[in-house]
T-cell receptor, first 116, second 113 residues
Framework: GAVVSQHPSWVICKSGTSVKIECRSL??????MFWYRQFPKQSLMLMAT?????????EQGVEKDKFLINHASLTLSTLTVTSAHPEDSSFYIC????????????FGDGTRLSIL | AQSVTQPDIHITVSEGASLELRCNYS??????LFWYVQSPGQGLQLLLK??????LVQGIKGFEAEFKRSQSSFNLRKPSVHWSDAAEYFC???????????FGGGTRLMVKP
């Protein structure tokens, strides 16, 4: 149980385009979803937290107009990187948490984004 | 503010040898502690978690971890490492609401045949 699916797993696109990444909880309802960014050989950095039906909470230094997050249902959150540039190239990972309290986050397999 | 330190960036062990990965945390209240494993190019898989109760927790793949409040540690152990255990391991601490996870820098485990 507790499977999180992230799509696409790898995307390459030209500078200036927008890219949408989907994160789905397949067998549970995710009250909260999280988006992380991971640079090579580094740890995960939390970008934003989203609760279903409300606006995402962004971490300091993360541009909310650059990284649009939508959590329209209890099983789907999307991250759109708008007008992507090479410096946005990274590994993006989502996670989802079921319910309140100290439930663990379950992670997707990540999306490798390469901007040319 | 909560923080997690994994002192060892890289560890190499021989297959069949025992393993201990260190994790120290800083948190003002009772922490929620997690260990995750990440294979190259993939997401994170939960190995085990500690919320309360028995301080020795068992996880998947033969891993266990012990919570020591006096030392602010949550070290991960495995009695006999397999080659498939080679991966990156992350320790994380969460708030009592479970929403905010702070990760350590990770420890890359390499397994010698």
């Amino acid at each position: 149980g507790a499977v999180v699916s992230q799509h696409p797993s790898w995307v390459i696109c030209k500078s200036g385009t927008s890219v949408k990444i989907e994160c789905r909880s397949l067998d549970f309802q995710a009250t909260t979803m999280f988006w992380y960014r991971q640079f090579p050989k580094q740890s995960l950095m939390l970008m934003a937290t989203s609760n279903e039906g409300s606006k995402a909470t962004y971490e300091q230094g993360v541009e909310k107009d650059k990284f649009l997050i939508n959590h329209a249902s209890l099983t789907l959150s999307t991250l759109t990187v708008t007008s992507a540039h090479p410096e946005d190239s990274s590994f993006y990972i989502c996670s989802a948490k079921e319910g309140a309290g100290g439930q663990p986050q379950h992670f997707g397999d990540g999306t490798r984004l390469s901007i040319l | 503010a909560q923080s997690v330190t994994q002192p060892d960036i890289h560890i190499t062990v021989s297959e069949g040898a025992s393993l201990e990965l260190r994790c120290n945390y800083s948190y003002g209240a009772t922490p929620y502690l997690f260990w995750y494993v990440q294979s190259p190019g993939q997401g994170l898989q939960l190995l085990l978690k500690y919320f309360s109760g028995d301080t020795l927790v068992q996880g998947i793949k033969g891993f266990e971890a012990e919570f020591k409040r006096s030392q602010s540690s949550f070290n991960l152990r495995k009695p006999s490492v397999h080659w498939s255990d080679a991966a990156e391991y992350f320790c994380a601490v969460g708030s009592n609401a479970g929403n905010m996870l702070t990760f350590g820098g990770g420890t890359r485990l390499m397994v010698k045949p």
